[in-house]
């Protein structure tokens, strides 16, 4: 660039004191085209940086465990007090098969709800205590709600989310139940009030995946669930008994469970009764498989 002296007139180059400015304004011209080339450069100037606001989340959350725990508790209360009224069949009904699965099935969901609805309960009361006296072990300060949770109260999040659209879901399944026995003598209005409550069963878990639970929907919060459950019992295996009665009651009602359903499998398959399964038999009974369950699941008499 040129010196300071040639931009000024011949006749203002002798005063001192514009020399200076002339000189200061020389420095500013590197300064000025760097910035000027920037703002004309056609990607992003500089990076943008965006600021997030953290502020204290614990009365949402308290919110939030509240919410979930009044409408729990009702539904608990609904399942278990209209869980037994199907154990007396009546007369037309007493000796059939058919109307005693569904009966049973009837009592176990009801029984899942409660549970299930029970438990969520529970852990909010237990969440809700944890916030209040959030001052023994974490902060609440974060940026959302969900975030909060995540970070500090995982296992109670996850297992209030999943037990209380499980308890729901078994028993709008259970009422569907019921339906199709109240109405058994009118058959095909039985079965469209039935097939509707089905449809709000699967109706609402479809709006919980799209809109409401995280973690990929109803299946990830439920394998969430799982391992954070795992995780519980194995963590807490030596501490006292209560985690070893967990884990032995769990794996007692799967093993038995097991049994009764393969030895009423292993029963069906043997069609001649002679205590051996062969080769055709079991052909045999895996072809007629869906067409029974059809038939057991649609022809009630």
Do not use: H
């Amino acid at each position: 660039p040129p010196s300071a002296s040639a931009l000024l007139p011949r006749r203002w180059s002798q005063t001192p004191s514009l020399r200076a400015g002339a000189a200061v304004c020389m420095r500013l011209i590197p300064a000025l085209q760097t910035a000027a080339s920037i703002a004309r450069s056609p990607g992003p100037s500089m990076l943008a940086v965006e600021a997030v606001v953290v502020r204290d989340c614990g009365l949402a959350c308290v919110a939030f465990f509240s919410n979930m725990r009044v409408p729990a508790a009702l539904i608990a209360a609904a399942a278990v007090k209209d869980a037994f009224v199907m154990q007396s069949p009546a007369e037309d009904i007493k000796k059939s098969a058919s109307w005693t699965v569904l009966r049973n099935a009837y009592l176990l969901l009801q029984m899942v709800a409660f549970t299930s609805e029970l438990s969520v309960v529970v852990i909010s009361t237990s969440a809700i205590a944890q916030l209040q006296l959030a001052s023994l072990g974490f902060s609440l300060s974060a940026a959302s709600v969900p975030e909060l949770l995540i970070r500090e109260l995982e296992y109670e999040y996850v297992g209030v989310r999943c037990d209380f659209l499980s308890g729901i879901l078994a028993f709008i399944l259970a009422s569907a139940l019921r339906v199709r026995f109240a109405l058994r003598k009118a058959k095909r209005v039985s079965w469209v009030g039935m097939w509707l409550m089905f449809y709000c069963a699967t109706s609402m878990l479809t709006y919980s995946n799209s809109y409401v639970i995280s973690y990929g929907g109803f299946t990830g919060l439920l394998r969430r669930r799982v391992v954070l459950q795992s995780q519980l019992l194995s963590g807490r295996i030596l501490a006292g008994p209560a985690s070893i009665l967990s884990v032995v009651a769990l794996a007692y009602a799967v093993f038995v469970g097991f049994g009764i359903v393969a030895a009423r499998m292993l029963e069906v398959a043997d069609s001649d009764g002679d205590g051996f399964i062969s080769a055709q038999e079991l052909m045999r009974y895996c072809l007629t498989l869906p067409r029974r369950v059809a038939r057991r699941l649609t022809d009630f008499r």
